[in-house]
């Protein structure tokens, strides 16, 4: 019998390794994540789960790469709320991320913390918000990109607050983070993934959390909306998907490791102890994620236009 081998072989997918794609700088919140879950994949992949840091454009470069890369299963990306808000952040976005991907499911909810440095004046988050007005043209707030969910957040800061400010743009918030730590930046916006351990560590002034309810990896931290400061909540997810195309049987097999490595004790653990969430079954598929994507970016949409902030 005569059979046809294309470039694709489902018996034997995956015979290689697979390159799991991170938008954002290596260290970083969406990195952790990745390279957390990307660790238990592979552990029943059988295949080792490569993580790969595609930096540059808030995260677009990477979707974008992704998006154009053989659809064979051996490259996939991981991203955030980024999908959701790119569309509406730049007028030429060279993908579209609702139907140029497959998708393979959603990973785990983020809470984000706002912090200042060290030694910033404001001591909670109604003191930020007089000192941010005050000194407003001197403000450092540092984010990684539009499209990055610092941006994101910095945006709805700045709403909140009324006012106006400067950015700093890093390539992630790993070095945004290492910009705060050395003070050569004000304010941060930053999921606990990352910055965890620096609150503990009590090397950055924490003002609350972006989420509706307080959290169980800081206990001790006021949400910000207890702390006076309301508007800002913000809470990152994760999806993952494959470039168009990318046939059945290879994203079956990501969908199974996906679920698995969101079963695994070890990476419940971890992302607990930073903050995160694995979400819940239902999320964690196909339809899960493409109808989140869609949801989340008809909500961005006029939130995005109202703000004004776009890119060429
Ligand atoms: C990162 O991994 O550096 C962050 O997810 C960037 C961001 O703020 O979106």
């Not at 540059?56 to 996939?76: I, R």
């Not at 079963?263 to 994620?289: C, F, H, I």
Request: hydrophobic residues 45%; neutral net charge; aromatic residues 6%.
């Amino acid at each position: 019998l005569a059979c046809s081998l294309g470039a694709f072989a489902a018996d034997g997918y995956p015979s290689r390794p697979v390159t799991l794609v991170v938008p954002f700088a290596a260290g970083g919140p969406t990195d952790v994540v990745a390279r957390a879950v990307g660790a238990a994949m592979s552990r029943s992949l059988g295949q080792s789960v490569v993580i790969e840091n595609k930096l540059g454009a808030g995260g677009t470069l990477a979707a974008a790469y992704v998006a154009k890369a053989a659809p064979d299963g051996y490259t996939v990306l991981i991203h955030h709320n980024g999908m959701a808000t790119a569309p509406s952040l730049y007028r030429k976005l060279p993908f579209n991320a609702q139907t140029d991907f497959e998708f393979i499911g959603q990973v785990v909810d983020v809470p984000m913390t706002l912090l200042g440095r060290k030694n910033l004046p404001a001591n909670n988050a109604q003191e930020l918000a007089a000192w941010l007005k005050a000194n407003a043209a001197q403000v450092n707030l540092a984010h990684a990109g539009l499209g990055a969910v610092s941006h994101l957040c910095s945006m709805v800061l700045r709403q909140a607050v009324g006012v106006e400010l400067q950015t700093v743009p890093y390539q992630g918030t790993a070095p945004a983070m290492t910009a705060l730590l050395g003070g050569q930046v004000d304010v941060l916006c930053d999921q606990t993934t990352q910055t965890v351990q620096h609150i503990k560590a009590g090397t950055v002034k924490l003002y609350g959390t972006t989420t509706a309810q307080r959290i169980k990896a800081l206990p001790e931290a006021p949400t910000l909306a207890e702390a006076g400061l309301k508007g800002v909540e913000v809470v990152v997810w994760h999806g993952v998907y494959a470039p168009k195309g990318t046939p059945k049987e290879a994203l079956d097999k990501l969908n199974g490791a996906l679920r698995s490595a969101l079963k695994d004790p070890t990476v419940n653990a971890r992302m607990a102890e930073l903050g995160a969430e694995v979400v819940p079954e239902s999320k964690q598929t196909p339809e899960g994620l493409r109808s989140w994507l869609k949801a989340e970016t008809e909500r961005y949409a006029p939130m995005i236009k109202a703000a004004g902030v776009y890119a060429d």
